[in-house]
């Protein structure tokens, strides 16, 4: 979760658009988030993915807005880069036509879906399943 202090840097290096797929009730959780990503002149998309229960409204609203500033920079956070990093592999395996494998390969250096069969399921699904 980044801090006030990191969402300036991010903003001061020029990132134009926030996603957050963190639960606002999460630990270190910003309460007002948005209203800061707001007066810091980016834009704010959250997307409370459930840690028990993601599902593909998520990851679709997530590619959707990820596409809809395809040409912004671009911070992606959850509360510990296991929801961000797996969101990122999906858009990159279905949206812009990564080879599943590397996906997984720069996923697995982040953490190990493997031991969360919940996000093993979904992301294996997620990528035998394109999008419209």
Not at 95 to 109: N, Q, V
Request: with cysteine; proline share 8%.
């Amino acid at each position: 979760m980044p801090t006030a202090a990191q969402l300036t840097d991010v903003s001061d290096a020029g990132v134009e658009l926030v996603i957050n797929l963190a639960m606002p009730t999460s630990e270190n959780a910003l309460p007002k988030e948005a209203a800061l990503v707001g007066s810091l002149g980016m834009k704010y998309v959250a997307i409370p993915v459930e840690w028990d229960h993601p599902t593909r409204a998520d990851l679709d609203k997530f590619m959707d807005s990820m596409d809809a500033h395809a040409a912004s920079k671009k911070l992606v956070h959850c509360q510990a880069n296991y929801r961000a990093s797996a969101f990122i592999a999906l858009h990159r395996v279905l949206r812009l036509g990564w080879d599943p494998e590397d996906a997984r390969r720069d996923l697995r250096r982040i953490w190990n879906p493997e031991e969360y069969p919940v996000w093993k399921a979904f992301i294996d699904q997620g990528m035998e399943s394109p999008t419209p």
